[in-house]
């Protein structure tokens, strides 16, 4: 019976959780002779070729499946390199430049890509994604000056994280409690200012670092106090808690609060009101809470260092913020953002400083960047920021020689190399062969996981379900 015939659809393998599909995408990261211009995003879903070269201009140009990147780059020739797509695979191919092509900042004639590899043409760093989980409506093209986030902070090229950025937006807008993750230096404090900004609450954004409190005085700061409660209470206080009143309030580091300060806290989020230290009334409160921390909360409670019922208070809302070594396509559009809040209009970068920032893991995230930079322009001195103006941490991420791409080695089978092989196969195995998975739970780079997969011969395919 052919029209009542059914058929059992399967799972796009090119699909995300949310049935997005997965395309490649050309980034365009930074420019070292003008770190302050916009990077941009390339979609390369319909495109065979991608021609880089000399322009006067930054511009892109599609001619048929071929696309053309021109970039104002005076260390790139008129016709640079290649890049080809060769059945699934992206193949990057000198067309007789003058300075050459590099590729994780090793010189290569003709190399395959892997997905997350750093190009340097000329003065200028590509990068490319080999799948990115897009939705209909994102552009083919998205240049980062014509972005508009919804708050300060909120800025990115990575679709992904710019979805992220839009649930965050959402639940601003609502009294829903948000608890905030991630490594140190990663940008909490930014984000909590952020959901102050986009909330419209009328009152001020209060930020308390929980781990900086004295013990003895934890609940008389957040609190408050009544004149004579304990010695040296000589007037009033409100507290912290009363001061974010019809506000925001961010306990950073809400892991290092302790457990009797964490049941007094428990009760002003319940109860919406403060008992100040010595007072005999409670006072009602009209608070936001964000929290914050680095620490693992969950095993925390398992160990019941962390109140279970606070925990749960705090987490109406889960974001867990990106490091930046999972998020290098937005490395440029960061370096101009700090370049500019310090007030430098003519930065310049020597191509080898920008290929330090660019293989650099920044273990500290954009803190270590910012200070980085700062240290690197009062060096500098209104010159270009050359590599010695860096940090040694930074400088040291070019001394360490990157794996020759598309050059796969032989398998060590023991010592320290074989057990970082059997560490990925465990972990592949694991996450069913998501690199991304296997990069976080190593906390390592994606790109430094490729790299590793291709040196043992490994295939994450074959551990996909």
């Given at each position: 019976?052919?029209?009542?015939?059914?058929?059992?659809?399967?799972?796009?393998?090119?699909?995300?959780?949310?049935?997005?599909?997965?395309?490649?995408?050309?980034?365009?990261?930074?420019?070292?002779?003008?770190?302050?211009?916009?990077?941009?995003?390339?979609?390369?879903?319909?495109?065979?070729?991608?021609?880089?070269?000399?322009?006067?201009?930054?511009?892109?140009?599609?001619?048929?499946?071929?696309?053309?990147?021109?970039?104002?780059?005076?260390?790139?020739?008129?016709?640079?390199?290649?890049?080809?797509?060769?059945?699934?695979?992206?193949?990057?191919?000198?067309?007789?430049?003058?300075?050459?092509?590099?590729?994780?900042?090793?010189?290569?004639?003709?190399?395959?890509?892997?997905?997350?590899?750093?190009?340097?043409?000329?003065?200028?760093?590509?990068?490319?994604r080999?799948?990115?989980?897009?939705?209909?409506?994102?552009?083919?093209?998205?240049?980062?000056?014509?972005?508009?986030?919804?708050?300060?902070?909120?800025?990115t090229?990575?679709?992904?994280?710019?979805?992220?950025?839009a649930?965050?937006?959402?639940?601003?807008?609502?009294?829903?409690?948000?608890?905030?993750?991630?490594?140190?230096?990663?940008?909490?404090?930014?984000?909590?200012?952020?959901?102050?900004?986009?909330?419209?609450?009328?009152?001020?954004?209060?930020?308390?670092?929980?781990?900086?409190?004295?013990?003895?005085?934890?609940?008389?700061?957040?609190?408050?106090?009544?004149?004579g409660?304990?010695?040296?209470?000589?007037?009033?206080?409100?507290?912290?808690?009363?001061?974010?009143?019809?506000g925001?309030?961010?306990?950073?580091?809400?892991?290092?609060?302790?457990?009797?300060?964490?049941?007094?806290?428990l009760?002003?989020l319940?109860?919406?009101?403060?008992?100040?230290?010595?007072?005999?009334?409670?006072?009602?409160?009209?608070?936001?809470?964000?929290?914050?921390t680095?620490?693992?909360?969950?095993?925390?409670?398992?160990?019941?260092?962390?109140?279970?019922?606070l925990?749960?208070?705090?987490?109406?809302?889960?974001?867990?913020?990106?490091?930046?070594?999972?998020?290098?396509e937005?490395?440029?559009?960061?370096?101009?953002?700090?370049?500019?809040?310090?007030?430098?209009?003519?930065?310049?970068?020597?191509?080898?400083?920008?290929?330090?920032?660019?293989?650099?893991?920044?273990?500290?995230?954009?803190?270590e960047?910012e200070?980085?930079?700062?240290?690197?322009?009062?060096?500098?001195?209104g010159?270009?920021?050359l590599l010695?103006?860096?940090?040694?941490?930074?400088?040291?991420s070019?001394?360490?020689?990157?794996?020759?791409?598309?050059e796969?080695?032989?398998?060590?089978?023991?010592?320290?190399?074989?057990?970082r092989?059997?560490?990925?196969?465990?972990?592949?195995?694991?996450?069913?062969?998501?690199?991304?998975?296997?990069?976080?739970?190593?906390g390592?780079?994606?790109?430094?996981?490729?790299?590793?997969?291709?040196?043992?011969?490994?295939?994450?395919?074959?551990f996909?379900?």
């Amino acid at each position: 019976m052919g029209g009542d015939e059914t058929r059992t659809l399967s799972v796009a393998e090119d699909e995300d959780d949310g049935g997005r599909p997965r395309r490649p995408h050309l980034f365009l990261v930074l420019e070292a002779h003008r770190p302050l211009a916009a990077p941009m995003r390339l979609a390369l879903t319909a495109v065979d070729e991608v021609l880089f070269g000399r322009g006067t201009e930054r511009r892109v140009e599609r001619e048929g499946r071929r696309a053309v990147v021109r970039v104002d780059d005076a260390w790139m020739s008129s016709t640079h390199a290649r890049l080809t797509r060769v059945l699934r695979r992206w193949v990057l191919e000198d067309a007789g430049s003058k300075n050459g092509c590099a590729v994780n900042g090793q010189p290569v004639r003709r190399v395959e890509i892997e997905d997350g590899d750093v190009i340097e043409l000329g003065q200028t760093f590509f990068v490319l994604r080999e799948g990115l989980a897009v939705e209909p409506a994102d552009p083919e093209l998205c240049d980062a000056a014509t972005l508009t986030p919804a708050a300060a902070g909120m800025a990115t090229l990575i679709p992904a994280l710019a979805r992220e950025y839009a649930q965050v937006t959402a639940i601003a807008r609502t009294r829903v409690p948000v608890l905030l993750s991630g490594e140190t230096g990663a940008g909490k404090e930014v984000m909590a200012q952020a959901i102050h900004a986009l909330s419209g609450r009328s009152g001020a954004f209060v930020a308390v670092n929980c781990g900086a409190l004295p013990a003895t005085l934890v609940e008389g700061e957040l609190f408050g106090h009544r004149k004579g409660a304990f010695s040296g209470a000589t007037e009033d206080r409100p507290g912290l808690v009363r001061a974010a009143d019809r506000g925001t309030l961010l306990l950073d580091e809400i892991g290092d609060l302790p457990l009797g300060a964490q049941a007094a806290l428990l009760r002003v989020l319940q109860e919406r009101e403060v008992m100040p230290v010595g007072g005999t009334r409670p006072v009602p409160v009209d608070l936001r809470v964000v929290a914050a921390t680095h620490r693992p909360l969950e095993k925390m409670v398992a160990e019941q260092r962390f109140r279970a019922d606070l925990h749960a208070r705090l987490s109406g809302y889960r974001v867990a913020l990106w490091p930046l070594r999972e998020r290098r396509e937005d490395l440029g559009m960061l370096v101009g953002t700090l370049l500019r809040r310090m007030g430098v209009t003519g930065a310049r970068l020597h191509a080898r400083a920008a290929r330090a920032l660019m293989r650099h893991d920044f273990p500290g995230n954009v803190r270590e960047l910012e200070r980085a930079l700062e240290a690197a322009v009062a060096l500098a001195g209104g010159g270009p920021i050359l590599l010695e103006h860096l940090p040694e941490p930074v400088r040291r991420s070019l001394e360490a020689k990157a794996d020759t791409p598309g050059e796969a080695k032989a398998d060590a089978p023991g010592g320290e190399e074989g057990a970082r092989r059997e560490e990925l196969l465990a972990l592949l195995r694991e996450h069913g062969g998501n690199v991304t998975a296997v990069a976080r739970a190593m906390g390592k780079a994606r790109m430094q996981v490729q790299r590793w997969m291709k040196r043992y011969g490994i295939d994450p395919e074959q551990f996909r379900p």
